[in-house]
């Protein structure tokens, strides 16, 4: 695999972990949550948010640590971009 080719592949998986984090996010706020109080009583959709709450910071936390991941392994790819300047 040349380098080009891991370029590509690690700009295919910034850009789908950032369209899973930024999805999360737009689903539950425009979603999920105005549903769950159309639906749901006071009580047991408090009961619900709390439970789905964790779930959803760990898919938000999974797809930012991949994008961090992705976004700074290209310096390590390509010797020219190997420069603090690139990683600040």
Known sequence: MTALDL???FDVI???SLI???GAIIYFSFGVAP???QVLEADPAAKFVRK???RYYAWIAIFS???LASFTSRPLVVPELRNY???I
């Open 7 to 9: 370029l590509w592949l």
């Open 35 to 37: 549903l769950i109080f």
């Open 52 to 54: 789905l709450f964790p």
């Open 20 to 22: 899973g984090w930024l």
């Open 65 to 67: 640590v991949i994008a």
């Open 14 to 16: 910034f850009a789908l």
């Open 85 to 87: 300047n690139n990683l």
